[in-house]
T-cell receptor, first 117, second 115 residues
Framework: ETGVTQTPRHLVMGMTNKKSLKCEQHLGHNAMYWYKQSAKKPLELMFV???????ENNSVPSRFSPECPNSSHLFLHLHTLQPEDSALYLC????????????????FGEGSRLTVL | AQTVTQSQPEMSVQEAETVTLSCTYD???????LFWYKQPPSRQMILVIRQEAYKQQNATENRFSVNFQKAAKSFSLKISDSQLGDTAMYFC????????????FGAGTQVVVTP
């Protein structure tokens, strides 16, 4: 199994649908992240979870709802999205928690390509 | 807030040649880290190289090396002896220290290695 697995790889949804993205990491890390990657734009940090607790919400609209039931799993629940939310959503994990984050190495999944019609 | 700028949207290089990617950043922080990440067509992003701001020596990782100019806030990546597998998007990223993995990324540079 790869280190960080994301499902589904591709998702098409209407603006009134409710769907979820799933991320699972098999690296024993304690911190997990959601990033949004739009074409020709820098990656945007959305949420940070540290030991299952949300430590960062980067002014993300409430139509995106994260959930972290344990240190290995992270979800992003989607509802009433807009076409501009179409993007590649990347999950990442890292081992550092509770201390100054000193390495900066994030381990990424392959992403979930979301298209909102 | 920090900003990271990559001014080259795309670069092409022949196999075995050298290519240099530019990155500039804007910050008032004195203690920080800089990174280059690579995202191949399969989309899984991986760390290429890391530089601590307090270190004057430029980081090197096999064929990858950086030119870190702190005063100029410049952080370029040199890929030597380019290989077809180096074809990817390359992202420059900034992280102030300490942090919780909150990296600020540039928009990326697409590198295409041709035979």
């Amino acid at each position: 199994e790869t280190g960080v697995t994301q499902t589904p790889r591709h998702l098409v949804m209407g603006m009134t649908n409710k769907k979820s993205l799933k991320c699972e990491q098999h690296l024993g890390h304690n911190a997990m992240y959601w990033y949004k990657q739009s074409a020709k734009k820098p990656l945007e940090l959305m949420f940070v979870y540290n030991f299952k607790e949300q430590t960062e919400n980067n002014s993300v609209p409430s139509r995106f709802s994260p959930e972290c039931p344990n240190s290995s799993h992270l979800f992003l629940h989607l509802h009433t999205l807009q076409p501009e939310d179409s993007a590649l959503y990347l999950c990442a994990s890292s081992p550092e928690t509770g201390l100054p984050f000193v390495t900066g190495e994030l381990f990424f999944g392959e992403g979930s390509r979301l298209t909102v019609l | 807030a920090q900003t990271v700028t990559q001014s080259q949207p795309e670069m092409s290089v022949q196999e075995a040649e050298t290519v240099t990617l530019s990155c500039t950043y804007d910050t008032s922080e004195n203690n920080y880290y800089l990174f280059w990440y690579k995202q191949p067509p399969s989309r899984q992003m991986i760390l290429v190289i890391r530089q601590e701001a307090y270190k004057q020596q430029n980081a090197t990782e096999n064929r990858f090396s950086v030119n870190f100019q702190k005063a100029a806030k410049s952080f370029s990546l040199k890929i030597s002896d380019s290989q077809l597998g180096d074809t990817a998007m390359y992202f420059c990223a900034f992280m102030k220290h300490p942090s919780w993995g909150k990296l600020q990324f540039g928009a990326g540079t697409q590198v295409v290695v041709t035979p």
